[in-house]
């Protein structure tokens, strides 16, 4: 069985940055994602909704340029998953949401840098403005990809409230060796 991957492949008038999809964002955040419509799904959805199915897989083949993005997504969401477990204590939501707010806005590689660890399936950026919008881009789905995980994590109760510990249906999945083979 393959792995599951983006709907968001076939999509025209995208902006391609390398070989990878910008694609619109219903984010909080500041940056320059295009907005999405506020009734369908994004691909931040689509990570959150496939991550759990998709880290599973031992291989994973790119259909298109999305499926590079939802790849660096998936990766991201693990490590905030590494980040909250982490500790021996569970943490609190704003204990983990200081920890993932920190982690999103934190410097990363993008393809073409040394430390890229997947640089074997991503373009780098044509130029440095390419590079730079790439980015401001992947740093504001970062942060709305961890608002979001976070509200999975620590779901509502019936009074809503935030629940006192991260939920164990997402956290069993922190350590979990899927297609990135980390």
Known sequence: ???????????????????????????????????????????????????????????????????????YLTLFLSDCLSKITASKVEPSLNDARKTLTTFSLESFALPGDATFPLNSMYAPPGNSSDADHLRQYLTQARQELASRLLDQLYPLDAEGRPAAKPSKWWTCFAKRKGFWGS
């Open 1 to 71: 069985m393959p792995a599951y991957h983006s709907t968001f492949n076939e999509l025209e008038d995208v902006r391609i940055v390398g070989n990878t999809s910008v694609l619109p964002i219903k984010s909080k955040f500041r940056g320059p994602a295009p907005l999405a419509d506020s009734s369908s799904i994004d691909i931040i959805d689509e990570t959150l909704t496939l991550f759990r199915a998709n880290c599973l897989f031992r291989s994973f083949d790119i259909n298109g340029p999305a499926d590079r993005l939802l790849i």
